[in-house]
């Protein structure tokens, strides 16, 4: 079938194919994404209260000895009211 059609006109059909797989990829990377961002997870505990979370960001490892160290301990101490 393709070989009456010229090079060219091959490439571009393999190209735009590509093209098309590589937006339906992204297409639903993006969908699944939002759908997983937009449910809401039960964040319950134990007892049936709310837990609170908490994300911790550092400009280094937290096995530096200083404030890293300290924020990541703080980070995993339990909250008490």
């Not at 098309?20 to 809401?40: D, F, Y």
Request: net charge positive; glycine share 8%; with cysteine.
């Amino acid at each position: 079938l393709l070989v009456n059609k010229p090079r060219l006109m091959v490439e571009k059909a393999m190209i735009s194919s590509i093209r098309k797989g590589a937006l339906a990829r992204s297409i639903i990377i993006v969908v699944s994404l939002l759908v997983a961002g937009c449910t809401r997870p039960d964040r319950r505990g134990a007892a049936g209260q709310h837990r609170f979370e908490v994300a911790l960001l550092t400009p280094g490892p937290v096995s530096d000895a200083g404030w890293n160290a300290s924020a990541y301990v703080a980070s995993n101490t339990p909250m008490r009211r």
